[in-house]
């Protein structure tokens, strides 16, 4: 249900506080598809939420 009502941005913090140490062990291909975007969607994403 979250998938539906969160933003990616929220969804991808929901992720890290939930399986953080799984970030570094597989390919931002696979969160970003976890997360319901595109590989270069999600590289934009985390690129503006580590600027923050």
Do not use: C, H, W
Request: hydrophobic share 35%.
């Amino acid at each position: 249900m979250d998938n539906l009502s969160l933003s990616a941005g929220e969804r991808y913090e929901k992720f890290i506080s939930k399986y953080g140490s799984l970030q570094q062990r597989i390919p931002q291909k696979q969160i970003a598809s976890y997360i319901g975007v595109t590989p270069e969607f999600f590289s934009k994403m985390k690129a503006k939420i580590l600027k923050k």
